[in-house]
Nanobody, 115 residues
Framework: QVYLVESGGGLVQDGGSLRLTCTAP???????????MGWYRQAAGKERELVAT???????NYVDSVKGRFTISRDNARKRIYLQMNNLKPEDTAVYYC??????WGQGNQVTVSG
């Protein structure tokens, strides 16, 4: 089981910004570098959905609702990924999860955007 540590969530006003960080401190660097990493979110009463992914080579993919506002990036040397979230909206309120590969999830981090 991969250990993923998330940080950076919190409460922000409509239009504000937050940056989420996910670290894999116990993962061998070469294993981290080989995996697709992603951010997902789950709002209350809704299913978990993909927010953004970044491949080992840095190619990115976003759900349409966050394009132009969110940016995913990775730092392979530090075994981290980031999600920079700008112009946040109340509908972005959710628990955000980091994911490595197919089956490894972080513990989740609450992001709340007040209207």
């Amino acid at each position: 089981q991969v250990y993923l540590v998330e940080s950076g969530g919190g409460l922000v006003q409509d239009g504000g910004s937050l940056r989420l960080t996910c670290t894999a401190p116990r993962t061998i660097t070469s294993v981290f570098n080989a995996n697709v990493m992603g951010w997902y979110r789950q709002a209350a009463g809704k299913e978990r959905e993909l927010v953004a992914t970044v491949t080992a080579r840095g190619s990115t993919n976003y759900v349409d609702s966050v394009k132009g506002r969110f940016t995913i990036s990775r730092d392979n040397a530090r075994k981290r990924i980031y999600l920079q979230m700008n112009n946040l909206k109340p509908e972005d309120t959710a628990v955000y999860y980091c994911k490595m590969g197919e089956h490894n999830w972080g513990q989740g981090n609450q992001v709340t955007v007040s209207g």
